[in-house]
């Protein structure tokens, strides 16, 4: 029986958490929060709770990686605070709706990106198809190629992250002077905080590689809260070069902010830049995606409710490359298809009932378990705190979305039955097969 490699360290799972936590998002979502408020102090103040909100999450889970620092991250909390056909849901849903939804729209991204920059003569989902093959072969090769293929791209992330936020800050640029529209403050606010939490969203995913780190209940928690930290800060300057270079109602007028600041600042020349910094964090994203979630529908396999097969571990490179592979085959069906627009919408609400109920089973992990080498700061109260967020996006998600959010709750329990079949029919748990 080949066991996965234990070759991943703190660097790598601080670039892993922000890297699934940067995508396209950062360099256009502003002005999604800037419309539903209008003024510079509540704009960074939604960031910033957001921000706060992401980090009570990460000390959370900082202790849970502490307490069980095993393969499938998330999904193993899930299986052994509740049942384990709740934590089959959660891998049901991120293979099906959530984690390869949002890869098929980056891919996609990337693909319309790619060509604008190069002019190349094919078309963009071609080009989708073709990098979501790449990064599947890459992370084939090994864990430690596939996080330096990962890392290498999260930091020229942060270099055009970086570019965008100098540039905002050296140049100045006299703000158009466009009256804001009256707004209700609490109720824009809380409209504001949805969007701002589904993009500090991603960092659990770094979880799912804790069975390939040397020292789990270290590494992991050493890296989700310098790689939350790290986002928290990127995300502040980035907002607040947009407000300084474009104001507040400019940056709610433009659906693309980043290249509004570097045209403002650089012309043509800044709008083409960030273009390439956009196209860099994508590939990024699908780098991180390709390389952290296989590692849940492996442990599944591996206890029994998947498919067998994916379960094995090839003995040259010790990795899941069936469950690679799969990854890399249902993202591109789905980005082939054009229906990842309408899947992402579903995501929302079930993304965030994991969320909470993962912050719940601290709670039932404190009660089983001796204390783990890292504690959560102020919990229970901090760690309610994030529970009551996260639940509050489900329910403002549904009140808003009620259709969307039906169909991704269907999709969800139809989880159920298909549970219901593996088990009946599964292998018995851990049983890990070799290629």
């Not at 599947?136 to 936020?165: D, E, Y």
């Not at 659906?255 to 570097?262: G, I, L, Y």
Request: aromatic fraction near 10%; include cysteine; hydrophobic fraction near 55%.
């Amino acid at each position: 029986m080949t066991a996965l490699a234990r070759r991943l360290g703190p660097f790598d799972a601080t670039m892993i958490v922000m890297g699934g936590i940067i995508g396209s998002g950062i360099f256009i979502n502003p002005y999604v929060v800037a419309r539903q408020v209008h003024t510079p102090a509540l704009i960074i103040g939604a960031w910033a709770a957001g921000g706060l909100i992401a980090l009570l999450g990460a000390f959370a889970y900082a202790e849970l990686a502490a307490l069980r620092p095993e393969v499938g991250g998330q999904y193993a909390y899930l299986r052994d605070a509740y049942h384990p056909a709740v934590a089959f849901l959660y891998g049901w849903a991120l293979l099906l709706v959530v984690q390869t939804g949002g890869m098929a729209a980056v891919a996609a991204t990337f693909g319309k990106y790619f060509v604008e920059l190069t002019g190349a003569g094919i078309g963009d989902a071609a080009i989708a198809v073709v990098a979501l093959i790449l990064l599947t072969i890459i992370n084939c090769l090994g864990v430690r190629s596939g996080s330096n293929t990962q890392s290498a791209l999260m930091l020229l992330k942060l270099a055009a992250i970086a570019a965008l936020i100098v540039a905002g800050f050296m140049f100045r640029v006299a703000p158009p002077r466009v009256a804001p529209p009256p707004s209700a403050a609490l109720l824009g606010f809380g409209a504001a905080m949805t969007p701002v939490m589904f993009a500090y969203g991603g960092w659990q995913t770094a979880s799912f590689v804790s069975g390939e780190m040397k020292r789990p209940q270290r590494d992991l928690a050493i890296g989700l809260l310098l790689g939350v930290a790290g986002v928290i800060t990127v995300y502040l300057l980035v907002n607040i070069v947009c407000i300084r270079v474009l104001g507040t109602a400019g940056l709610a007028a433009t659906t693309t902010p980043a290249s509004a600041v570097m045209s403002a600042v650089l012309g043509p020349r800044g709008a083409r830049l960030i273009a390439v910094g956009i196209a860099v964090s994508t590939l990024g994203f699908l780098s991180q995606s390709m390389l952290t979630a296989p590692r849940v529908y492996y442990a599944m396999a591996a206890d029994g409710v998947f498919f067998r097969a994916v379960a094995r571990v090839s003995a040259k490179t010790q990795v899941p490359m069936v469950a690679i592979t799969l990854q890399g085959v249902v993202a591109i069906i789905i980005t082939l298809s054009g229906t990842y627009e309408q899947i992402l919408s579903y995501v929302v609400a079930v993304d965030f009932i994991f969320f909470g109920l993962t912050g719940l089973s601290l709670f039932i992990f404190r009660r089983r378990l001796p204390p783990a080498p890292f504690r959560t700061p102020g919990h229970p109260v901090t760690t309610a705190v994030f529970v009551a967020a996260c639940w509050a996006v489900v329910i403002a998600t549904i009140v808003r979305s009620p259709v969307n959010s039906a169909i991704g709750i269907g999709i969800l329990l139809a989880g159920l039955p298909a549970y219901s079949v593996w088990r009946r029919g599964g292998q018995p748990p851990s049983a890990v097969h070799t290629l």
